[in-house]
């Protein structure tokens, strides 16, 4: 599934899921992947958020915020929402014949819609 993903975009999928992990999430959403592109200070995703007024910092405390705690559970494995699934395959679109960038997957979050996009799109983020 993520066969045309590049080196960085690869480390953003890794990131979210070890955030996925430490949340004691069973899924990797959309907001995990938003916050691994925060956290991974991609300069073109960094680039898009400052032309956009966007505060990285303060969208990631309402991530953090918002994707609050799961239970505690044996570990099973992790899975993919629905919209994560739709997001790559857009971002695979929007790069088209090139390897899949991080910024590729910030404008597959910020199309998909949902509450990682929202976050974006807030007064003062």
Same mark, same amino acid.
């Given at each position: 599934?993520?066969?045309?993903?590049?080196?960085? $975009?690869?480390?953003?999928?890794r990131?979210?899921?070890q955030?996925?992990?430490?949340?004691?999430?069973?899924?990797?959403?959309?907001?995990? &992947?938003?916050?691994?592109?925060?956290?991974?200070? !991609?300069? $073109?995703?960094?680039?898009?958020?400052?032309r956009?007024?966007?505060?990285?910092? !303060?969208?990631?405390?309402?991530?953090?915020?918002? &994707?609050?705690?799961?239970? !505690?559970? &044996?570990?099973?494995?992790?899975?993919?929402?629905?919209?994560?699934?739709?997001?790559?395959?857009? $971002?695979?679109?929007?790069?088209?014949?090139?390897?899949?960038?991080?910024? !590729?997957?910030?404008?597959?979050?910020?199309?998909?819609?949902? &509450?990682?996009?929202?976050?974006?799109?807030?007064?003062?983020?």
């Amino acid at each position: 599934m993520f066969s045309r993903f590049g080196p960085a $975009a690869r480390r953003i999928l890794r990131v979210a899921e070890q955030e996925c992990r430490n949340h004691n999430h069973f899924y990797v959403g959309a907001e995990h &992947m938003l916050y691994a592109l925060l956290e991974e200070h !991609d300069p $073109a995703v960094d680039d898009a958020l400052t032309r956009e007024q966007c505060s990285p910092s !303060d969208i990631h405390a309402k991530l953090k915020r918002a &994707m609050g705690m799961g239970d !505690d559970r &044996m570990w099973e494995g992790i899975l993919l929402t629905p919209r994560v699934r739709r997001i790559v395959t857009r $971002a695979e679109e929007i790069a088209g014949s090139r390897p899949v960038e991080p910024l !590729d997957i910030l404008l597959a979050i910020r199309c998909e819609g949902g &509450m990682a996009a929202e976050l974006l799109e807030q007064p003062g983020s």
